[in-house]
């Protein structure tokens, strides 16, 4: 399986009053972080940024591709679209992020490309809760999403039940992550300050 990334940047960052992507993280920024983690585990050239029109990004490598949203403003599922549009076409399928979350721990997108098996769709669950921005998606359901955005169709939900995903318990992740760091994203200001303490920045 040829495997790529992509990290969602073009959200509106309400609750923060900031844009995530250019947050300070110790030496770097925020999404200068993302891409450094998840080349660990993707090649960069199969590694996509999709970002809002006219979105101001800082400096990125030059093998990373960065894509604009093709539906502003609608949501995840625009994002997603935009990014699995961008990766290159040898690619199967793709770990996909958030650029807020700092603490990601690449063993954990390494284990979902593992655990994908051959769904469609490998997405973590807590209790009730999904992290759809912590899964892994095959290149496969671009033309499903793209259905469901027409359809004015934008909840993520839609799409895990129209293709076979598989819902990964995240206690089967705790061994690569045993705190699940991964899933704690920073929406805002006292999380984006806790996660500084914990790396002492």
Same mark, same amino acid.
Request: hydrophobic fraction near 35%; aromatic fraction near 6%; charged fraction near 25%.
């Given at each position: 399986m040829t495997t790529g990334g992509i990290i969602l940047c073009g &959200?509106?960052? $309400?609750?923060?009053? +900031?844009?995530?992507?250019? #947050?300070?993280? &110790?030496? !770097?920024?925020m999404l200068e972080r993302i891409v450094r983690l998840l080349s660990e585990v993707v090649t960069p050239s199969r590694l996509v940024v999709a970002a809002?029109? &006219?979105?101001? #990004?800082?400096? #990125?490598?030059?093998?990373l591709i960065v894509s604009r949203d093709e539906h502003p403003e609608r949501g995840p599922l625009a994002g997603i679209v935009a990014g699995l549009a961008a990766l290159p076409a040898d690619v199967d399928a793709? =770990?996909?992020?958030?650029c807020d979350v700092p603490l990601l721990v690449p063993a954990f997108a390494a284990r979902m490309f593992e655990l994908l098996g051959d769904h469609d769709i490998?997405?973590?669950? !807590? $209790?009730?809760?999904l992290h759809p921005l912590a899964a892994v998606y095959r290149t496969s359901v671009l033309a499903h999403a793209r259905r469901l955005i027409a359809a004015?169709?934008? +909840?993520?939900?839609?799409?895990?039940?129209?293709?076979? $995903? +598989?819902?990964?318990?995240?206690?089967?992740?705790?061994p690569v992550d045993p705190d699940l760091k991964t899933l704690l994203n920073l929406n805002r200001? !006292?999380? =984006?300050?806790?996660?500084?303490?914990?790396? &002492?920045?």
């Open positions: &959200g509106k960052s $309400t609750r923060m009053g +900031r844009d995530k992507a250019t #947050l300070p993280f &110790g030496p !770097e920024l809002a029109p &006219g979105q101001s #990004l800082p400096p #990125l490598p030059p093998p793709a =770990y996909i992020t958030s490998a997405v973590p669950i !807590e $209790t009730d809760q004015n169709q934008l +909840r993520l939900r839609s799409l895990f039940d129209e293709v076979n $995903t +598989r819902f990964v318990p995240v206690d089967e992740l705790r200001d !006292e999380d =984006y300050q806790a996660a500084l303490r914990h790396i &002492g920045a």
